[in-house]
């Protein structure tokens, strides 16, 4: 037990009109529980009732009772589950321990019709019964989110390392700039040394050197609006032509993504009709499998407290006929073994039936996501189409607004140069020359810094998002092995779980010693398999059993040449399996054991003490003669009242 027993609380079952019990209550210690009498006294009933309490439906109402009722008081927890007639068959209510009872009835609860158990005896899919549990709808979801999350972040880091790597480029142009702004101010420091040198010549009043100063600081200032209204011009020229290329790119896009008229509300329609129909056929299934395992084993006169009262010995008689276990009648056993065989064919029916609707599941699923990202993919296009049209017009309109501004613009500049050329000083044509050289300079000076500033801003924020890619890379890297993990958890719960019985099997083989049984164990392997028109691969469970002979040699067996007692085993083994991979003591610390009377007593004992290292609470129902072979140590229970 992963837990000292000590430190666990007592279970209290209280019981009310469950199978054949009108009233009982018993107290439960941690550790292994031992219920123990003579057939008919309610003790699979009172298993019944523990598991109706811990949240399983698979509970019967006293036949004469239209109402029951189970409590269980864990330590301070108590927890209550409700039984009533209705409409032909039973309503379950109440507060119980578990809200979903699928793995425990799988896998803790094994009474005689446990499905764990018969699935080994009867051949069926093994692989089907420890997967069941795995919500792959689930899986799949988080797969496509985690793929799309670490598409995301690859186009990141893709921008980033493009972003690096474009730096030298940037580092390039910044040093050209600042040697041609360096150029630029030397020259310009040359000009106006050479127009202080011609003004200290010049005699002219002080207020004719303030007005062609005015003058030219007017046509400087005209000219470098012009400038910006140039550059905004060439700006909104690259930026109609960027558009451009985009929609072109877009509409194409929208061509290939034409002819997408399937409807994924509709396929989602149909999926959720197959997936509704595959849990009929899973339920009727099990539920033909349970009548076909139980009714075999009434007719083979092996089953024991049916309903608590019957003795199936006396329902078989020796004229060929038997008395009906449903009804009373007499019927001929010759008709019941053929109603067998019709639920056979029926059965074998329903699960190639299954096959193909899990087959289409996965076709429509596949289909309907490749829709959907097709419609996902037009919209977004689409979207983008109409934002790149309205950029394109208000682009368009800004051109023509700009060139209207610079033609005007232009008008204004020649009409201050042509005041200011009217200007009359000596050295007029030298010293207007030499303003016009300044005041370019000047532009190009301010264009240059403009540039400069640009150029650091953009580096700076490319280095800043640059030291992001550690960080990105490490989430897009998380998401990765989260990617990784989820395709690979089907796998891994699969190799788990054939590990899991394997060892186990092997270890309670040597436990039990069986004469010239040697080995019985699951090989998993891949085969190709035709469900509907697709050829599919799945994975199967081949269970292997070896045998030797006297003189020592070794030779493989089949599963239905076991005896009675192993077959018993090896069911219940695998049910461990199942409980071990599913880690089902975290959710229902309890295993329920009944119908061990294939097994011999000194079996039985090694069974119970093998099984009481992994649960917390066991629970099994036995005959005196085999309880009489446990340990001493355990809590024995021979009155439910």
Sequence with gaps: MSTDAVSLPRTRVEVHNIGGIDEAAVTLPPGVSVLTGRNATNRTSFLQAVMAGLGSERASLKGDADEGAVTLEIGDETYTRTLKRSGGGIAFGGDPYLEDPELADLFAFLLENNEARRAVARGDDLREIIMRPIDTERIEAEIEACKRERDELEAEIDELDELKQELPELETERKEIEAELSAAREELEAKRAALEELDAGVEESRSQKRELEEAFQRVRDARSDLKDLEFDLETERSTIERLETEREELESTLEETEGTTDDADELAGRIDELRERKRSLDRTVNELGSVISFNQEMLEGEAIELGETADPTEALLDDGQATCWT???????????????????????????????RSEIDELTERRSSIRERRSKRERTERRLREVTSDLETAR????????????????????????EE??????DEALELHREINEIELRIDRLE?????????????????????EVAAERDKISDRLADLRTRVDRIEEEAVDEFNEHMSTVLDILAYDNLDRIWIERRETDVREGRRKVTRTRFDLHVVRSTTDGSAYEDRIDHLSESEREVTGLVFALAGYLVHDVA?????????????????????????????????ITALLPEDAAALSDEYEYVTDIN
């Design 397 to 420: 309109d800004r051109v023509s607004e700009l060139e209207t501004e610079i033609a005007d613009q232009r008008s204004t500049v020649e009409e201050y140069e042509s005041t200011a």
């Design 450 to 470: 403009s540039q400069l500033a640009d150029i650091k801003d953009e580096v700076a924020e490319r280095e800043a998002a640059i030291e992001t890619r550690d």
């Design 423 to 428: 200007i009359e000083i000596d050295n007029h």
């Design 327 to 357: 009804c009373g009648s007499t019927v001929q056993t010759d008709q019941i073994e053929d109603t067998l065989d019709r639920l056979r064919d029926l059965r074998s029916e329903k699960l190639d039936e299954r096959s193909e609707v």
């Design 586 to 618: 975290e959710t229902v610390p309890f295993i329920l054991l009944d119908s061990l009377e294939a097994i011999d007593s000194d079996r039985i004992a090694r069974v119970v003490g093998y099984f009481r290292d992994h649960t917390e609470y066991l």
